[in-house]
């Protein structure tokens, strides 16, 4: 049984940072970071391959969020900077088993692996 759990969200006051981990059990696979703010439906916020060369990140996020992921550790980053109260949302990890190593998998009904979520608060 695969395991995702995330760790790293809290508080922060608007321009500030967190860095979010998520943990997995197992063999490494395509990795992504879904958000859910209240009221709204899940999106993904940014996505990386097996092998770290491709991703991928939501017109919102780019230029301040950067994600990463250590294989050696099976752990993945999501290092959000200049942080804005519309960032508030809890965070999921989600994972995608597959044997391509430069494949993004944007598309949430594809990702079978989710962590239980981190909420992140961005105050003004």
């Known amino acids: 049984q695969v395991q995702l759990v995330e760790s790293g969200g809290g508080l922060v006051q608007a321009g500030g940072s967190l860095r979010l981990s998520c943990a997995a059990s197992?063999?490494?696979?395509?990795m992504a970071w879904f958000r859910q703010a209240p009221e709204k439906a899940r999106e993904i916020v940014a996505a990386?391959?097996?092998?770290?060369?491709?991703?991928y990140y939501a017109d919102s996020v780019k230029g301040r969020f950067t994600i990463s992921r250590d294989n050696a550790k099976n752990t993945v980053y999501l290092q959000m900077n200049s942080l804005k109260p519309e960032d508030t949302a809890v965070y999921y990890c989600?994972?995608?088993?597959?044997?391509?190593?430069?494949?993004?998998?944007?598309?949430?009904?594809?990702?079978?692996?989710w962590g239980q979520g981190t909420q992140v608060t961005v105050s003004s």
């Open positions: 989600a994972g995608h088993r597959t044997s391509w190593l430069t494949v993004v998998v944007t598309t949430e009904a594809e990702y079978e692996y």
């Open positions: 197992g063999r490494t696979y395509a």
């Open positions: 990386i391959s097996r092998s770290e060369s491709t991703t």
